[in-house]
């Protein structure tokens, strides 16, 4: 059994990441108008700094945390984290879907969510919001879980002090306007419409509704986003009335992590939230079903799939009680990797399911339940697959489960934590969730602390408790028939009787967390070690491999990521998918190590091990705590450098492989971006995804793979970087020691395959799917290493930024809500790539959202951009730069690919100051050089008047 050394406690203890995945395991006076004065005022950066005399209780005072209690029992928390200069500001209000009384079932905590973030308020109009969002160049968005509403703005940490005033006036003083009101549920609809046809939300949907049969009137068993019926029905008064009645001081936290002065959030936050007053919460109870007494139910229902997706999940348990832990490591044995049994068994050795992975879902606001997903490799499967899986179920009821699958369990948890805590919107984002799930912000460090004391009699004890063969529900996605439809959800009837049915009290106020907290934090904790990180270190070795080395110790963990130039460029046209293929082999076995053998090696160390192939690269990555990396590294170089390709790994994984690109275009983007690359890249590699064409990968033999990995092994032509807790020096040693005998040139010379230039015009493509969705490519664009580079990021911005961008305030902002995503950008790689528009509709807004789309294009052709917008869009670029650098992971991997691209800036220095000098001039320029004539691409479900489309075109 592992047992935590006093050091890597402290590890633990340093990091508190933790997201929602991990609390609900896989995998809150007159309502007519608004009152008529704001009860804050807008602060200035300046103001900001000037702590109330006001008494607060301090919950915990370190030099890089603080956490206070309000005495209107709001819970403030401000983390240090000095890594980069950026600030991630998070406010989380218990209101989600579980919370909303006596509209329940209507989507309210949501369609609040879309007003409240960055609408109106009594102190600033939308449009203000807006522009001061654009100012700080912020990352900005919210989301409606079961049980929370969270609100995030992340920007540089200069604009600390406007984040933190933005959004408190965001929770006090919304006016709801009725102009946003309707928008906002045009746009809501929209979604609607875009769930019918997203698979993963068809099926949780189905397994609510499994999971709450017995208790059909609990409100978890409706979705968040409620029944299209009901959520038409909402008024802006009572939208205003819910939000008067739960977003109170002590029902929410408010959490700020990054670059910050604790003491200075603290007093900025004290002074904007002491004199709101405690608001009077509503009293709450679940439904609750006898143990024993839920009957296990089977629901279906069709999605546009290509095979079956089935869920078993039975009734289980709360978070942190009886089981809960047992169950997590349980969950991972079964079918958490690639060493699991169900993964070795159903997946590998039988090949009756394409994928298969089991998960424990607990939560703290009722019972969870303990899952197994897969995907049927044939319906012939189907009662095969279900008998095995609970063959291996009553195994583990029966017989002990070893001691090493319980180890590894318990080193991939500890690792997990270990290699959290790298950013700052992560730390926050854990830091509210932990607190309203358990009252501890370091939950996962005791999380990870306590799994280590399970035994093989727990994980049996829990099996026994929890996986009775006879209680499974099941929620199955089947692949839509010709011409079916994909219907909205109806509540369904109400059951009057329910014999056994409890009701279980819920107390949202938080005067029982801040009890529980109090508690928590008196517990002895280690201080954690200060942060180093390094400049990046270079070396050549005599092969030629290029090896970037930066030694940080923000987690005591290495990542460590080798690529090469090729990828789908690698691949002839017409044979796309043999790059892809390849790298999916490299990891399936090795000259001197089966697939099982790399597999247990890597999850008993509790690192990962990954190979894949992009657009322009192949590569392996992997991550290690650092004690382990030279191991890991050692399994990484043997995975790169000799792969086997055995026959029978090839025939368990091509099925795979297969399903996998069939999967890709399951949702309306995946299939709107395979519809787009064709058009715009005819007979050129990138015009297919990276997974290739289904034809030819079903047609690979090993030997194709072998002869395409020789062929493009080379050193010249890759770069190895590694970011973490290491000694450089070690570094390159090992690195000449496993990596030297890597051909230093290909077999075959890389030439680069240029695309032709991009044929304008229209492309109509029926889906299956209830939706309209357009992409707007304009081309050639620009390859990485381009002098034009750093400004079409910045016209990115100018014309794709949320909440402030042009594409933005057409489609979403002015007049109805024509879409619910939007977005536009820059693709390059080593070949010229292309500038994009993209949004989803229904049929009859296409022409309307489309000529505002092009209508953006000759805006950016012909208008000089002013400079409050110049100065929104180059603040967005740096922000965005500052938080892609945080991880170890993010920097190897965009280090490594510079440098292949040709771009030596690894401090991103010269990229920074090149945006700083652009001007308005710039821009237009850019956008006449880049934003020529577009080719356009509809993926819609309905017939459209195609020459209407193509007129605008034109």
Known sequence: MIKLNRSVAASVLAISLMTTACQEKTLLTDASTPPPESTTTATSESEAQAAPAAEVNVLQQRDDRIIVELPNRMVLVAQDIPTAPVVSVHAWVKTGSLYEQEHVGAGLSHFLEHLVSGGSTTNRPE???????????????????????????NTTSTHTATAIDLLSDWMQNSSIEEDE??????????????????????????????????????????????????????????????????????????????????????????????????????????????PGKAEPVAVEGPAAIARARVRLLWPGVKLTSEHDYALDLLSGI??????????????DNQQLVTSIDA??????????????????????????????VMSHIDRIRLEPVSEEELARVKRKTLARVLNSGQSADGVASSIASNLISTADPDYLAHYAAAVQEITPADIMAAANAILDPDAASVAQLNPAGEGEEIAFPTRPPAVEDQPGVTREPIDLDN??????????????????????????QVQTLSNGLTVLVQRSTVVPAVSMQIYTKGGLLADDAGREGVSNATYAMMRRGTTTKSAQDIAVAVEDLGASLSTGSGNNTGFVTASALTEDWPAVM??????????????????????????????????????????????????????????????????????????????????????????????????FSQAEALFGGMPATAEEAFALPQPDAPKPGLTIVETNKPIAAVQVGFGPGITRDSADYAVIQVLSRVIGDFPAGWLQQEL???????????????????????????????????????????????????????????????????????????????????????????????????????????????????????????????????????QQLLDLID
């Not at 907290?517 to 008196?522: K, R, T």
């Not at 000098?917 to 821009?923: G, H, Q, R």
């Open 127 to 153: 449009e203000v919001s807006t522009a001061t969002l654009g100012s700080i160049g912020a990352q900005t968005n919210a989301a409606t879980s079961l049980d929370t509403v969270r609100y995030y703005i």
């Open 181 to 290: 009101y309707q928008r906002e549920r045009d746009v809501i609809q929209r979604e609607f419409s875009m769930g019918q046809g997203d698979p993963g939300r068809i099926h949780w949907k189905l397994t609510q509704q499994a999971r709450f049969a017995a208790t059909p009137d609990h409100p978890g068993a409706h979705p968040t986003i409620g029944y299209i019926d009901e959520f038409m029905d909402i008024t802006r008064d009572e939208l205003y009335d819910y939000y008067k009645r739960m977003y109170v001081p002590n029902n929410m936290v408010f959490v700020v992590a990054g670059d910050i002065e604790p003491q200075a959030v603290i007093d900025q936050l004290t002074t904007l939230w002491i004199d709101v007053p405690t608001g009077t919460l509503p009293e709450l109870s679940f439904p609750i079903a006898a």
């Open 334 to 347: 079964l079918g958490g990797g690639e060493s699991s049994r169900l993964v070795r068994d159903l997946r």
């Open 359 to 388: 998960f424990n879902y607990s939560a703290h606001w009722g019972e969870g339940f303990f899952g197994v997903d897969y995907e049927l490799a044939s319906p012939d499967a189907a009662d095969a697959v279900r008998t095995a």
């Open 511 to 536: 005067y029982g967390l801040v009890a529980l907290l109090e508690a928590n934090l008196a517990k002895p904790g280690d201080d954690a070690e200060p942060i180093a990180v390094g400049d990046t």
């Open 634 to 731: 050692e399994l990484m170089a043997d995975v790169t450098l000799n792969p086997s390709f055995d026959a029978e790994e090839w025939g368990k994984l091509q099925p795979r492989l297969l399903a996998a690109i069939d999967r890709a275009t399951d949702r309306w983007s995946g299939e709107l971006r395979s519809e787009f690359l064709k058009a715009y890249y005819p007979g050129h590699p990138w015009s297919q995804l990276s997974s290739g064409r289904h034809e030819v990968v079903e047609s690979l033999t090993p030997d194709d793979l072998r002869a395409f990995h020789a062929s493009r092994l080379n050193a010249s032509e890759s770069v190895l970087a590694v970011v973490g807790d290491v000694d450089p020096q070690e570094v």
């Open 812 to 946: 979403r902002g002015r007049g109805p809500g024509l879409v619910y995503a939007s977005s536009a950008g820059a693709s390059s790689g080593l070949v010229p790539g292309y500038f994009t528009m993209l949004f989803n509709t229904q049929a009859d807004t296409v022409d309307d959202a489309l000529e505002r789309t092009l209508a953006v294009a000759e805006r950016a052709r012909t208008e000089l951009v002013d400079d409050d917008t110049l100065a929104r869009a180059k603040a967005k670029v740096l922000t965005n730069e500052f938080f892609g650098r945080q991880s170890n992971s993010s920097l190897a991997m965009g280090q490594a690919l510079d440098l292949l691209y040709g771009v030596d800036d690894l401090t991103g220095r010269t990229f920074l100051a090149e945006v700083e000098a652009l001007t308005a001039e710039d821009v237009r320029a850019a956008a006449q050089k880049y934003l020529g004539e577009p080719t356009v691409m509809v993926v819609c479900n309905e017939e459209l008047d195609e």
